[in-house]
């Protein structure tokens, strides 16, 4: 008896599990041919239902100008060579969970924090923070760059 694709595909039942998964297919480009990754989890499965419409509505193209999404928010850069990947995770409580990710792109430190809630038996991701850089110094989450977008 085959297997159907779905079937075949068992996702991920933990939070990192579920940003490890994500980030395989990151990790295996190992030089700068710029290829994209494709990752196995979809981000339909990976946010809540409004985060994902919040992201679909950020990758449109505004106006003839470039996607509000003119960056990998996964990557936190325009371009992707990861080396030094680790993940953590702080337990909030029963429905509450944040998977932080650290990894060097080309040879710049990045940490990328994914706040998971529990919700229908499922764990999703309800907004991705990326702590102060030198382009933020307070830091930004991806949900409220998509709600108050800055001028351009």
Not at 131 to 136: N, V
């Amino acid at each position: 008896m085959a297997l159907s694709a779905t079937a075949a595909y068992a996702a991920p039942k933990t939070p990192e599990a579920m940003i490890r998964a994500f980030y395989a297919s990151y990790l295996s480009i190992k030089n700068e041919t710029m290829e994209f990754p494709k990752p196995e989890i979809s981000l339909k499965d990976l946010f809540v239902p409004d985060l994902y419409k919040l992201y679909q509505k950020g990758e449109e193209e505004r106006d003839g100008d470039l996607p509000l999404l003119d960056w990998d928010v996964f990557a936190n850069g325009q371009d992707v060579l990861m080396t030094e990947f680790s993940l953590s995770t702080e337990v909030i409580d029963a429905t509450h969970q944040v998977v932080t990710a650290r990894f060097k792109n080309f040879d710049t430190p990045m940490t990328v924090h994914y706040d998971f809630v529990l919700t229908g038996g499922k764990w999703r991701v309800t907004d991705v923070r990326y702590p102060g850089d030198e382009d933020a110094p307070e830091g930004f989450s991806l949900r409220g760059y998509l709600t108050q977008p800055p001028e351009r």
